[in-house]
């Protein structure tokens, strides 16, 4: 059974940093994409940050320049670097993992607060 577990929330202070990571276990099979998703009170689930086997990378442009997205594949775990950060980057952050053969799956989230 596939598990993604998040970790490296917390509460920080705006233009602090924080560094998120993601592992996945349970499954042989390869993955895909990994990914970055947050969402804040009220509002819908947006896409921060993807990562693709091969390495490429794509920002949402409210953390463009402010975050970076890697990944051991060796491991299966995915990281979120994020830095400069600002009240509006408080969410809750969740993984997402595309298996070539499995489908998608999402972790259960960590709590990011940027609050002085």
């Known amino acids: 059974q596939v598990q993604l577990v998040e970790s490296g929330g917390g509460l920080v202070q705006p233009g602090g940093s924080l560094r998120l990571s993601c592992a996945a276990s349970?499954?042989?099979?390869?993955?895909?994409?990994m990914a970055w998703y947050r969402q804040a009170p009220g509002k819908q689930r947006e896409l921060v940050a993807t990562?693709?086997?091969?390495?490429?990378?794509d920002y949402a442009d409210s953390v463009k320049g402010r975050s970076t997205i890697s990944r051991d594949n060796a491991k299966n775990t995915v990281y979120l670097q994020m830095s400069s950060l600002k009240p509006e980057d408080t969410a809750v952050y969740y993984c997402?993992?595309?298996?070539?053969?499995?489908?998608?799956?999402w972790g259960q989230g960590t709590q990011v607060t940027v609050s002085s």
């Open positions: 997402y993992a595309q298996y070539r053969v499995l489908g998608d799956y």
């Open positions: 349970g499954s042989p099979f390869p993955i895909y994409t």
């Open positions: 990562i693709r086997s091969g390495g490429s990378t």
